[in-house]
């Protein structure tokens, strides 16, 4: 849905996985961090803001994954002048 529904629908699914307690479960396993991924790709720049807002409160436990660790760079990579939470 995310890559080949409409903008609407797209907007749709973003926010209810951004929801607070969905986004962490998603963060924190392999599929659900690729799926976030996508996310970013595809959303918004309001959209993109409000994630970067939302992951930031995750990432002191993000450090502590191997997946967390590469979407923390991932992260500072296209949006570098974003902190992803201390």
């Known amino acids: ?23 962490g479960r998603l963060l924190h396993d392999p599929y659900g ?5 996508r996310m970013l790709q595809v959303a918004t ?3 993109q803001r409000l994630m970067l807002e939302r992951v930031a409160a995750h990432g ?7 997946y967390g660790k590469r979407f923390q ?9 974003h ?3 201390d």
């Open 1 to 23: 849905c995310l890559t080949s529904g409409d903008q609407i629908a797209c907007s749709l699914v973003i926010a209810e996985l951004l929801e607070p307690a969905a986004l």
């Open 45 to 47: 720049e309001a959209e």
């Open 73 to 81: 760079a991932k992260l500072l990579k296209q949006f570098p002048g």
């Open 60 to 66: 002191p436990s993000l450090r502590n994954t191997l």
């Open 33 to 37: 961090n690729y799926v976030v991924q």
């Open 83 to 85: 902190r992803t939470g």
